[in-house]
C-alpha cells in the first residue's frame, strides 16, 4: 500500500480507500449510462448487429467515464488527483496539447 501512496502521492489510507471508491462508482456509472446513451442515438440491440451495438457502446464509455472521473473525483473532495490522473492518461493517447496548464 506504501508503494501506491508513494506512486499516487497520497499521503493516508483513508485518501487511497475514497480514490478506489471514485475508480468503483466511476465504473459502474459510465457502463450503466452507456446503456440509455446507446438508446437515444437509436442503436438497440435487438435491431442493432451485435457487433455495431457493442463497439459503439464500448467506444462511448471511454468519454463518460473521463467526464464521471473528474466528476466524482471532485464531489469526492479528490478532484487535484483525478484531474492530474485524467491529464496523464489523456496525454497518453495523444490528447496532451489540450490539457496543458
Known sequence: ???????????SNWQILIIFIVFAITGSSATKLAGPVTDFIGLSSET????????????????????????????FG????????????LSRIGFAKIFQD
Open 48 to 75: 442493432t448487429p451485435w457487433i455495431i451495438y457493442w463497439g459503439v457502446r464500448i467506444l462511448l464509455i471511454f468519454p463518460i467515464y473521463q467526464v464521471l472521473l473528474v466528476s466524482f473525483g471532485w464531489l
Open 1 to 11: 500500500m506504501n508503494k501506491l501512496k508513494k506512486r499516487w502521492g497520497i499521503n
Open 78 to 89: 479528490q478532484f487535484e488527483f483525478f484531474w492530474a490522473f485524467e491529464k496523464k492518461m
